[in-house]
């Protein structure tokens, strides 16, 4: 018998996903991501909800492949998943410094003038509701966070 | 990855034969791809990204160095038959307002064409 506020995953319950820092490995991730979102949520998101949640985890992933952990596939990448009601929560933690300070991030894109990088952090941004960059227990962790439309119902 | 060529007339048509992720190092293959054409002196191509299924930063960063080089040649990048999911980060960037999009590899050779 379900709880009264819980989806068909418990209410705050975690899933993780861990995996050696490999860009290769993202594709698979993401396809857990996806199964999740569909599979877990009390709502149904829209299609373009998933592929903007996906393109936020990527984003932040191959952060944490190319910058954080610089390559070196030895440390782990650890994504945690937990929906409670009305938000989707995705941690992404790495031993990486985190997110360079407000001043030192690439402007944002400009039309007039487009640029070959920089493009990720922006995404991120524009993809999800909130983005907070904090460190706990020695890891950084950047959480991003969806909220989800109110149960039944669909954004 | 696997890419089709096809010219017709001064226009190359680019096409990937099998879905791919344009991401990571597999944006660096198509970007050095599209440079090797422009280094041969065919600058009006179209790219038809009806196969890709998904992009990341990475990817874009490809698409938008190759349309630098190909301008600064004088020449252009057009791009044919693009994914809703691909269409909607192309917007998330605005790089749609970037680059010239057509519905399909026959308009975009039009628009070619039309241009002279």
């Known amino acids: 018998m379900a709880g009264a506020t819980a989806g068909p995953g418990g209410p705050g ?3 993780e996903i ?3 820092s490999r860009a290769d490995y993202l594709g698979a991730v993401r396809s857990v991501v996806r199964g999740f979102v569909e599979e877990c949520l009390d709502a149904r998101l829209p299609e373009d909800e998933v592929n903007a949640i996906q393109i936020a985890l990527q984003e932040a992933c191959i952060n944490v492949v190319r910058h954080a952990h610089r390559g ?3 440390k782990p990448l650890v994504i945690g998943l937990r929906a409670v009601p009305g938000r989707l929560e995705i941690e992404v933690e790495d031993f990486g410094p985190g997110l360079p300070p407000e001043d030192r991030r690439p402007p944002d894109p400009d039309p007039e003038n487009p640029r ?4 990720g952090l922006f995404i ?3 993809t999800m ?4 960059s904090a460190r706990r227990d020695g890891k950084h962790v950047l959480t991003l966070v969806k909220r989800l439309p109110p149960r039944g119902g669909s954004a | 990855m696997d890419i089709a060529l096809r010219q017709v007339g001064s226009v190359v048509l680019l096409s990937f034969v099998r879905p791919v992720n344009l991401e990571g190092d597999d944006s660096i293959q198509f970007r050095d791809r599209v440079k090797n054409l422009i280094a041969d002196g065919r600058t009006r191509l179209v790219v038809d990204l009806g196969q890709v299924k998904f992009i990341d930063s990475f ?3 490809a698409l938008v160095s190759a349309l630098r080089v190909v301008r600064s040649a004088g020449g252009d990048l057009k791009l044919a038959h693009v994914p809703a ?3 909607s980060v192309l917007r998330l960037t605005r790089l749609n307002s970037v680059f010239d999009v057509h519905p399909s590899m026959e308009d975009a050779l039009r628009a070619f064409q039309a241009a002279g």
Do not use: W
């Open chain 2, 85 to 87: 999911s691909v269409e």
């Open chain 1, 116 to 119: 070959e990088g920089g493009y």
């Open chain 1, 124 to 126: 991120l941004r524009q």
């Open chain 1, 18 to 20: 861990r995996l050696p």
């Open chain 2, 59 to 61: 990817g874009l960063g």
């Open chain 1, 129 to 132: 509701d909130e983005v907070v």
């Open chain 1, 72 to 74: 070196d596939p030895s």
């Open chain 1, 13 to 15: 319950d975690r899933i």
